[in-house]
């Protein structure tokens, strides 16, 4: 069983809908990490956390540390927020990150 | 500046040539890393630099031979590639080692081996 676990692996929405993509992992964890990446393209990092709620536009991003569970959640959906969207851990003790599978996201207009 | 700079964004070598990656950023970031990205496949990670020195190798074959000449360069120099090395590579950057400091990535170099 992999230790960082998302859900859904895809997820199709039309504009304008609420999108919420899971993450559950399994080891202890210094922060967990939320990455965007488009088709072909770089990574972009939108929210670590430790605790609690972080929000940034559109965005917001949730754990519950004694879940092991994290949420990022998208309001008012847009075409251009399609993207694989990568759930990470930085494992406590690590220097490395833990990935998840990704999901990938596609918002019909 | 807040990017992490990767050259060329696109590559293609045959298995007999010798090409480097290049990846540099001016943030005072003093870890810096190299991934490998597989088609619709996580990250994996290859090496992580501390302070200019190599801290981690994941059991990389020697055919890909990573340099960190300063602080804000990291070279990934291939050389003999296999086609199963085709692949998206990306770097990254923190502030320093350990899980309290957000990652910088870079757009990446996809590289086709022929």
């Known amino acids: 069983k992999n230790e960082v676990e998302q859900s859904p692996q895809n997820l199709t929405a039309q504009e304008g809908e609420f999108i919420t993509i899971n993450c559950s992992y399994s080891v202890g964890i210094s922060a967990l990490h939320w990455l965007q990446q488009h088709p072909g393209g770089g990574i972009v990092s939108l929210f670590m956390l430790s605790s609690g709620k972080k929000k940034h536009g559109r965005l917001i991003a949730t754990i519950n540390i004694q879940e092991k569970h994290s949420s990022l959640h998208i309001t008012a959906s847009h075409p251009r927020d399609s993207a694989v969207y990568i759930c990470?851990?930085?494992?406590?003790?690590?220097?490395?990150?833990?990935f998840g599978q990704g999901t990938r996201l596609t918002i019909n207009p | 500046d807040t990017e992490v700079t990767q050259t060329p964004k696109h590559l293609v070598m045959g298995m007999t040539n010798k090409k480097s990656l290049k990846c540099e950023q001016h943030?005072?970031?003093?870890?810096m890393y190299w991934y490998k990205q597989k088609a619709k496949k996580p990250p994996e990670l290859m090496f992580v630099y501390s302070y200019e020195k190599l801290s981690i190798n994941e059991s990389v074959p020697s055919r890909f031979s990573p340099e960190c000449p300063n602080s804000s360069l990291l070279n990934l120099h291939l050389h003999a590639l296999q086609p199963e090395d085709s692949a998206l590579y990306l770097c990254?950057?923190?502030?320093?080692?350990?899980?309290?400091?957000?990652?910088?990535f870079g757009s990446g170099t996809r590289l086709t081996v022929v």
């Open positions: 990254a950057s923190s502030q320093d080692l350990g899980q309290r400091y957000g990652y910088t």
């Open positions: 943030m005072g970031h003093r870890a």
């Open positions: 990470a851990v930085g494992k406590r003790g690590a220097q490395k990150l833990v």
